[in-house]
């Protein structure tokens, strides 16, 4: 850990791991937080499933946006500020989107807080890589997600729960009121970690200059693809999997919350694995295990979908085969990450960061919304079994590619 770098000794780790936490589980809590009350928005606002669907599609886009701006303004004017502002503007996002009269007008809504939610994920890296360095980010990172991944884990279930004591607009007041519980965390217990004296002026000449030089170097853009690719496999999951479940095997809304409960705590198990095994296995070693891990378990999907499984043992297979993809991520998310960011200097690390997690949106949201491709307009585990399979094996050549190009120049 770099002591000089920022602010934050050694003994705070565990507050520095909740701050970021909270604010990287907001992003998560505002995408799953309402994913079982589709059904209901679709009925009540009149709309396509395909419709609602857009309104993941929306926040992944805004997210996907908003950190390629953030991201240099954080380099140029420090982390703190533009944080504040965020989660100043997603609280109010999140309250008007309990007010919304269309799909359409939930759509923009969702786009605003996706801009705005990129704050958080996108600053949180750059903090991590102001402060430490190597294998310390590659632990901290795996830290990380064993608080973020909470949200996930917990939303699906808490917005199935919420349903039963009211309509689905109080997932909504409940983002705004975690979002402004964010604002105050930011506001008193996150310094400021990029000192005066590296950071860059935010110059459009100069961004783009830093921009393709972050694009032309293959130790950065092999991971971040990578990353992206992994994650648009993990978000066909997520956002095609509550329709699937509901209205192909008549799963209730409480069954889908346990089902994805335990999916995300496959993810969490993966990556404090992956944290044990820092230092005993090499980073790019973790990397190619949690993709073939993944790929093995989207073959047995497919072949599941193929068999036209069905009958009360379905959705426990289901869980089962999705719970091992979960797994599988959870040791390439923070390694690619780790490799990609810790491959730059702390000067370029907001802009690296928004550009890493911009792709990583942009793939997650575009990718996914092929699921619901099909003749009926609908996502079905056929479909989605053959968008995670694709983009699964072309996660694993990008990395198998760009880890040979990386080490070329060195042999």
Do not use: H, K
Request: aromatic letters at 8%.
């Amino acid at each position: 850990m770099r002591r000089e770098s920022g602010r934050i000794p050694r003994r705070s780790f565990a507050l520095l791991v909740l701050v970021l936490g909270t604010l990287t589980a907001t992003g998560p809590l505002a995408t799953d937080l309402y994913l079982p009350a589709f059904p209901d928005i679709a009925r009540e606002l009149d709309a396509p499933q395909a419709q609602i669907q857009l309104t993941l599609t929306a926040i992944m886009l805004g997210l996907s946006l908003g950190q390629l701006v953030i991201g240099p303004l954080s380099d140029a004017v420090g982390r703190r500020r533009p944080l504040l502002v965020g989660f100043a503007l997603f609280t109010v996002a999140s309250f008007a989107c309990a007010l919304v009269p269309s799909a359409p007008a939930l759509v923009a809504l969702r786009f605003v807080q996706g801009v705005a939610g990129a704050s958080g994920a996108v600053i949180a890296r750059a903090v991590v890589r102001d402060v430490f360095e190597g294998d310390e980010a590659a632990r901290f990172f795996s830290r990380l997600m064993l608080v973020t991944g909470l949200a996930p884990l917990l939303g699906p279930v808490l917005g199935a729960q919420l349903l039963r004591f009211g309509p689905w607009q109080v997932s909504f007041v409940l983002l705004g009121a975690v979002s402004l519980v964010s604002l105050v965390v930011v506001f008193f217990a996150l310094p400021e970690t990029l000192p005066g004296s590296v950071r860059r002026p935010f110059r459009v000449v100069s961004l783009a200059r830093t921009v393709w030089s972050l694009v032309r170097d293959v130790r950065f853009v092999g991971p971040a693809l990578t990353l992206g690719l992994a994650f648009a496999m993990m978000f066909t999951y997520v956002s095609s999997f509550s329709f699937v479940s509901q209205s192909q095997f008549g799963a209730s809304q409480q069954a889908f919350a346990l089902m994805f409960g335990i999916n995300t705590a496959g993810l969490m198990a993966g990556t404090q694995v992956n944290g044990f095994l820092i230092g005993r296995v090499d980073t790019s070693r973790r990397l190619a295990a949690g993709l073939c891990g993944a790929l093995l378990a989207v073959g047995v999907l497919g072949a599941l979908a193929l068999g036209g499984v069905s009958g009360p043992w379905a959705l426990v297979a289901l869980t089962s085969v999705f719970c091992v993809m979960m797994f599988s991520v959870g040791f390439v998310l923070p390694n690619a990450t780790t490799l990609a960011i810790s491959s730059q200097s702390p000067a370029v690390a907001g802009t690296a960061s928004a550009l890493m997690g911009s792709l990583q949106f942009a793939l997650g949201g575009g990718l996914s919304s092929l699921a619901g491709w099909t003749a009926s307009g609908e996502a079905s585990l056929a479909s989605m079994a053959v968008v995670m399979g694709s983009v699964g094996l072309l996660a694993g050549g990008v990395f198998a590619v760009s880890a040979r190009w990386a080490v070329r120049p060195a042999s």
